[in-house]
């Protein structure tokens, strides 16, 4: 039976996933089924699930036929069924589009700071490990999966680039942002966090001058040397980093650096998580 190591970082708006073959993203809005009058795509993205009994679609058509205006489950934990839905659909993405045929696999996924704990992790693993039977467009597919690790968020993105010893790590979500610190290459949990609001929460959500002074604000409370440089990843990072340059003058970009046997490829912000718990599931599983 074909194997295949993966990272699945399934965020509430967008699913990226890494692996050997390549890596893949998509929108991971998801809405209840109903019966369609007019059976028209809104993109190639666009499918039908039914997972543990529940149908519906997944991908822009759920953004856009929604009937509660929002498909998205926000907070400090993951371990809920939306993730799950997500995280088959993200497998099912990734072995059609790559390596049609694998049935097993070892998978790294990603839990917010504050919720990467051992009873939210234990949840996630219990919720993604084993045999799953499910349907996508009326297919049946089934696949194993062997192992489950749990990551942190924005400490994972740390090992998608070569960031030193030390690395202050802002991770920009749609629900939530996580604020890590590493030195000596390893998690300091005292300075590290998960703050409740991300870009789809906020009310006014072009409003980037405002967002970066809420996560200056909270970050007053982890002490971070406002001198010390900032690494920032996630989908607007390139819109959040200037304004975000007026607290902590020393903001970059995260690029995360794609290793692919001899092959690098240099990849947008919002892959940091997926490439450095990819880079991770590497030295787990080998």
């Known amino acids: 039976m074909a194997k295949e190591i993966l990272m699945l970082d399934c965020g509430n708006n967008g699913g990226k996933t890494v692996g050997w073959h390549g890596y893949d993203y998509f929108k991971t809005n998801i809405c209840d089924w109903f019966e369609r009058n007019i059976d028209e795509k809104f993109s190639e993205d666009d499918l039908e699930f039914e997972i543990d009994g529940k149908r519906g679609f997944a991908g822009p058509i759920a953004e856009y ?6 498909s998205s489950i926000y907070g400090d934990s993951k371990a809920h069924g939306d993730m799950k839905i997500r995280a088959l659909i993200s497998v099912h993405r990734y072995v059609e589009k ?11 996924t990603g839990q917010p700071i504050k919720g990467h704990v051992k009873e939210e992790k234990e949840k996630i693993q219990d919720m993604l490990g084993g045999r799953h039977v499910f349907g996508i467009n009326g297919e049946q597919k089934e696949i194993i999966i062997q192992d489950v690790k749990v990551g942190a ?3 994972m993105a740390y090992w998608a680039a070569d960031l030193g010893d030390d690395a202050l790590i802002v991770d920009i979500g749609s629900g939530t942002v996580n604020a890590a610190e590493i030195r000596d290459r390893k998690h300091i949990n005292r300075s590290s966090d998960t703050f409740n609001f991300g870009t789809d929460t906020i009310s006014q959500k072009d409003n980037y001058d405002s967002l970066a002074r809420g996560v200056a604000v909270n970050l007053t409370k982890l002490k971070w040397n406002r001198k010390t440089m900032v690494h920032v990843c996630g989908g607007i990072a390139e819109k959040f980093d200037n304004s975000f340059k007026e607290y902590y003058q020393n903001t970059k970009m995260l690029i995360p650096k794609y290793k692919q046997k001899a092959k690098i490829t240099l990849l947008h912000p919002v892959y940091a998580n997926a490439v450095g718990g990819f880079e991770l599931a590497k030295r787990i599983y080998k």
């Open 98 to 108: 790559f390596c049609p045929g694998t049935k097993e696999l070892y998978i790294v």
């Open 65 to 70: 036929e929604n009937e509660f205006g929002g």
């Open 153 to 155: 968020e924005g400490s």
